[in-house]
């Protein structure tokens, strides 16, 4: 495949461009050009190639379909209405201060008090009016060059990409939203802390699992986001901690959740592909992240609650239905219903839901990820007991896994059931 080391080297100017907000691609780029992505699809999909190139060839393939059909001219134009409307500042909180509706949303999450009733009912409204219709019609938009461009529906791609297990696991809808639902019936505070001290709680871990965290080596920044995130150069592997800024406390489960990143990055081995450490297989990446929170929630001996599991359950089913509808449904309708699903006649509600769709079934990625996690949890407490987070036999299975990136197989042969 002489073709893959230049889409290789455009995938991580791309992504270094990205990380500093240059989000533009040239017309020109290979990562465009739609009869390369058709030769990649086929490539990957053909019977000579092996299994290693065949999965660089599927991740490169989709980051690529991402790209053609964001940069449509249609899509484009929708999504340049859709940031004007939710960046023009139209409202006011109590001072006086003008706000977007994205800012009011902020503003709602963290000084809820600041925003009165009825500039809170004016944001339901222009959410529900002005932006919903025109993520609809985004997202139809964006189907419909899918269908152009690959034979075949958005969903039904991106089923193709994980195998056929979006299908899978949407027949078990109803265990789904069962098993969520449980999550809140032991509703607790989140356990809170200086990122600094949970930091040196996550390297004595660390060290009993005989696990590589190295924080010589990571770069740790304070951003005004209000999340905290962690980000590895594509090119020179270079690892970056980001806590918000201001001090305070941070919830745990974030903390070890973005470490668990970073420690993922510093055990996969030296020569493995950028593909398995930068794009395939996201589940298993964040499935390794979230392995790590279920680590510290052990260590500090409260329970693993996982509760925001619910929202990319939410976003998945919604999601699944409303294209497989090809957009004839409501995507607010389908996500109140799913939502009452796991909360009953209470649930929250969230205008203009559809303004949360993303691409890539961002969502479904979660949703695996929290189940992989766990059955790596579940399959070494079956062999080292609950205290296999401080045995050193149980980090050796785990330098096994996270060594090779994204490339692991899920059905965790490293961890035989």
Same mark, same amino acid.
Do not use: M
């Given at each position: 495949m002489d073709y893959l080391p230049l889409l290789i080297e455009e995938t991580k100017y791309y992504l270094y461009a990205q990380?500093?907000?240059e989000v533009r691609?040239?017309?020109?780029?290979?990562?465009?050009?739609?009869?390369?992505?058709?030769?990649? #699809?086929?490539?990957?999909?053909?019977?000579?190639?092996?299994?290693?190139?065949?999965k660089i060839l599927k991740a490169v393939g989709y980051f690529m379909l991402e790209l053609i059909l964001e940069n449509q001219p249609q899509v484009q134009h929708l999504k340049s209405e859709l940031?004007?409307?939710?960046?023009?500042?139209?409202f006011r909180d109590r001072c006086g201060a003008r706000l977007s509706v994205t800012e009011l949303e902020q503003t709602l999450q963290a000084h809820a008090a600041e925003i009165s009733t009825d500039e809170k009912n004016r944001a339901q409204q222009y959410i529900s009016e002005e932006v919903a219709p025109l993520v609809d019609k985004r997202w139809r938009e964006t189907d419909r060059m899918c269908q152009s461009f690959m034979g075949a529906s958005y969903v039904d791609c991106y089923d193709d990409f994980f195998d056929g297990t979006m299908t899978l696991k949407y027949r078990d809808k109803k265990e789904m939203c069962a098993t969520v639902?449980?999550?809140?019936?032991?509703?607790?505070?989140?356990?809170?802390?200086?990122?600094?001290? #949970?930091?040196?709680?996550?390297?004595?871990?660390?060290?009993?699992?005989?696990?590589?965290?190295?924080?010589?080596?990571?770069?740790?920044?304070?951003?005004?986001?209000?999340?905290?995130?962690m980000?590895?150069?594509?090119?020179?592997?270079?690892v970056t901690l980001r806590w918000p800024s201001g001090g305070g406390v941070t919830p745990v489960a974030k903390v070890w959740h973005e470490c668990g990143h970073a420690i993922h990055y510093q055990n996969m081995r030296s020569d493995l592909p950028f593909a398995f450490k930068h794009l395939?297989?996201?589940?298993?990446?964040?499935?390794?992240?979230?392995?790590?929170? #279920? #680590?510290?929630?052990?260590?500090?001996g409260i329970p693993f609650l996982g509760q925001e599991k619910w929202w990319p359950t939410i976003q998945f089913l919604s999601t699944y239905e409303w294209l497989k509808s090809q957009g004839h449904a409501s995507y607010q309708k389908l996500f109140d219903d799913n939502l009452r699903l796991i909360f009953g006649h209470s649930f929250p509600k969230f205008p203009g839901a559809i303004r949360f769709l993303e691409p890539a079934f961002k969502c479904f990625r979660y949703v695996s990820a929290f189940d992989l996690a766990q059955i790596i949890d579940r399959r070494l407490v079956a062999r080292y007991t609950d205290d296999w987070i401080f045995s050193s036999e149980a980090g050796k299975v785990l330098r096994t896994l996270m060594r090779e990136g994204g490339a692991i197989d899920p059905m965790l042969p490293e961890i035989p059931a």
């Open positions: 990380r500093r907000g691609l040239n017309p020109a780029s290979p990562l465009l050009n739609v009869d390369r992505l058709h030769q990649v #699809i086929n490539d990957y999909k053909g019977r000579d190639v092996d299994f290693s190139e065949r940031d004007q409307k939710l960046s023009t500042p139209l639902a449980d999550l809140f019936k032991e509703q607790r505070g989140a356990k809170a802390d200086d990122p600094q001290v #949970i930091l040196a709680d996550v390297r004595k871990v660390a060290a009993k699992l005989t696990v590589k965290f190295d924080l010589n080596t990571i770069k740790l920044e304070n951003v005004s986001s209000p999340r905290a995130s980000y590895a150069d594509p090119f020179s592997g270079e395939f297989d996201l589940r298993v990446l964040e499935a390794i992240a979230i392995l790590w929170e #279920i #680590i510290g929630c052990r260590y500090y």
